[in-house]
């Protein structure tokens, strides 16, 4: 059995795209061809992006199997995976985001009639592809990859219910969304909150923020840089609530939800999507109406009535070694 996995999105050694690799890598038969390649949006120029993909996919080496590690870039040109199916190849495709665009969804729907298997992190993206007629597809639940630097989860014992917010700002992760919530969290609850905002901050994301803590009186730290994996693991474990603003235009995984559910956190997101089918399949904590900021801060006012300690049995599904045998599994499908 040959395995090629495919890998053209930066990372960095240690992050969660390398470490995602290397684990693949560790399965018998693979071989990684990993050529960093920012390719062009199709929007912006349709010609140039189809032109980029085309001479990635003719220039890759053929192998009995071929293994996107990242199709969500690939899918928009059916016609590539059409010809190279031509040459007798099996072709899986890993699916991170599902398209929140018509037109998306439609390309997708044609790549997927040349692709053998498209793998995806969640059952809920699973059924959103069978909506839309794709079948072909299986899930792998998306791992903790970083357990090695789980020692143990503290126990606050200070009088604050400890709310965090993590990762880099960008749009679709709602910090402003975050921020106009405090408009609406109970003035006798606010004494008992504390919030951290930590990770690279994108377009001065903080501002709002910090404007808003001062003008309703909250609590709010923020930790404004691109966080060390010991520092990220400190705000994780000092956190109580693990808090997901995100926007209905991200429809992946959380890697802070997966952490936290590792670390047995009470895990704050959306009702809607993806998340709020984990949060409420697997009774990960509690959800707010999406993109609600008013939703939101009345959920959050109500936190310190809670118990929030959580013992979570998902957590048992997020190992590495479950992740790794069920690749096998997809990859050895192909050589019966």
Known sequence: MEILLIDNNECTIGGH?????????????????????????????????????EDYFDNLPRKEIMHFLHLDVFYTFPSLFKKMKKNNVKIIGTLHWYPNKKIKSYLLKNSAKYIDTIVVHSEYIKRQLNLNGIYNVEVVDYPAFHTEDIKESLVNNDKYVNILCIGATRYDKGIDIAAKSFRYIDNNAKKYLKFVFAGKELDNAYQLPRELAKEYNINLEIISKSLTDEEYWNCMKNSDVILLPYRKIFTGNSGPMTDGIILDKYILGPNNGNLGYLINKYDLGETFVQE?????????????DKDLVKQHSYKSELTIEKFKDKYKMIYKHFCI
């Open 17 to 53: 795209n390398y470490i995602y690799r290397k684990t693949l890598h560790e399965i018998q038969g693979t071989e990684i061809v990993y050529q960093v390649k920012n390719f062009t949006n199709l929007s912006k120029n349709p010609i140039k992006a189809y032109k980029e993909r």
């Open 292 to 304: 609600d900021e008013k939703s939101l801060g009345e959920v959050i006012s109500k936190l310190c």
